[in-house]
Nanobody, 115 residues
Framework: QVQLVESGGGLVQPGGSLRLSCAASGSRFSFYFMGWYRHTPGKQRELVAQITSSGITNYADSVKGRFTISRDNAKNTVYLQMNSLKPEDTAVYYC?????????WGQGTQVTVSS
């Protein structure tokens, strides 16, 4: 059974930083894509950042230059370093992974940017 376990969300002031982590386990295939989406009430879930097993990255325009995605393939873990956070970054962040052509999702972690 595939599991994605997230950690690292919380409350931070504008301009602050947070680091999200997501550990994937339980698949007999590799996790080719790993990444993060976010959802705010009233909006569609949007891609924040994505990374392949070979290190190719993709970012939403709204986070380029502020967020950095990385992964440790040996640990099947993906990280999202979020710097210069803005109130509009407030959302539930979901870890996403693709393994064996199946999409998997974490349970979500709340990130709140507020003074």
């Amino acid at each position: 059974q595939v599991q994605l376990v997230e950690s690292g969300g919380g409350l931070v002031q504008p301009g602050g930083s947070l680091r999200l982590s997501c550990a994937a386990s339980g698949s007999r295939f590799s996790f080719y894509f790993m990444g993060w989406y976010r959802h705010t009430p009233g909006k569609q879930r949007e891609l924040v950042a994505q990374i392949t097993s070979s290190g190719i990255t993709n970012y939403a325009d709204s986070v380029k230059g502020r967020f950095t995605i990385s992964r440790d393939n040996a640990k099947n873990t993906v990280y999202l370093q979020m710097n210069s956070l803005k109130p509009e970054d407030t959302a539930v962040y979901y870890c996403h992974a693709v393994s064996g052509d199946i999409n998997y999702w974490g349970q979500g972690t709340q990130v709140t940017v507020s003074s």
